[in-house]
T-cell receptor, first 116, second 112 residues
Framework: GAVVSQHPSWVICKSGTSVKIECRSL??????MFWYRQFPKQSLMLMAT?????????EQGVEKDKFLINHASLTLSTLTVTSAHPEDSSFYIC????????????FGQGTRLTVV | RKEVEQDPGPFNVPEGATVAFNCTYS??????FFWYRQDCRKEPKLLMS???SGNEDGRFTAQLNRASQYISLLIRDSKLSDSATYLC?????????????FGAGTRLFVKA
């Protein structure tokens, strides 16, 4: 199946700093990528939909100024957690679909963020 | 009401048991459906797509009822390795914009 690469797989940062997470589709073009967050023992929660060349669409309750999303090309989307706080510590996962749109989503390996 | 709802679980079953998971979705315009499996601290992986006619893959059978907006997954002859969280996933939208919504997941423990 298609490969989505997410980097880094884990990161520890200090409160107040920013962290950038990259999501790349390696063998297909994805006009849309999705960013999810998962707290321990909870389900994946959609944070935002990242559209290539346009602004991301954020889900209700997700601060767009805190979680900056850039999708500059058909194979790369980035999520930047700005001014991170301990409550932002979570598992962040991206997924992408190919241009056809209605196939299954392929997931990155996830990024475990710990803010200390 | 959540867009995708699943049995809360957890399900604790012995090896060899048959177990069924249910899922309902609220948006009648939803267009494609999947079951994913997620192991602890890992990303979800596609288990199988769900087709209107129902489909089977080895010990796994998925069914879709569009009229009732209901999806199911049946696992026969459970193995220890089936222990995981099973996520019901729905794609909704159109070519102008679409998104993938996950159910909360149902945790399965298969015991020897």
């Amino acid at each position: 199946g298609a490969v989505v690469s997410q980097h880094p797989s884990w990161v520890i940062c200090k409160s107040g700093t920013s962290v950038k997470i990259e999501c790349r589709s390696l063998d297909f073009q994805a006009t849309t990528m999705f960013w999810y967050r998962q707290f321990p023992k909870q389900s994946l929660m959609l944070m935002a939909t990242s559209n290539e060349g346009s602004k991301a669409t954020y889900e209700q309750g997700v601060e767009k100024d805190k979680f900056l999303i850039n999708h500059a090309s058909l194979t790369l989307s980035t999520l930047t957690v700005t001014s991170a706080h301990p409550e932002d510590s979570s598992f962040y996962i991206c997924s992408a679909r190919d241009l056809r749109g209605f196939t299954e989503a392929f997931f990155g390996q996830g990024t475990r963020l710990t803010v200390v | 009401r959540k867009e995708v709802e699943q049995d809360p679980g957890p399900f604790n079953v012995p090896e060899g048991a048959t177990v069924a998971f249910n899922c309902t979705y609220s948006n009648s315009a939803s267009q494609s459906f999947f079951w994913y499996r997620q192991d602890c601290r890992k990303e979800p992986k596609l288990l199988m797509s769900v087709y209107s006619s129902g489909n089977e893959d080895g010990r796994f059978t998925a069914q879709l009822n569009r009229a009732s907006q209901y999806i199911s997954l049946l696992i026969r002859d459970s193995k220890l390795s089936d222990s995981a969280t099973y996520l019901c996933v729905v794609n909704m939208g159109n070519t102008g914009g679409f998104k993938t919504i996950f159910g909360a997941g149902t945790r399965l423990f298969v015991k020897a």
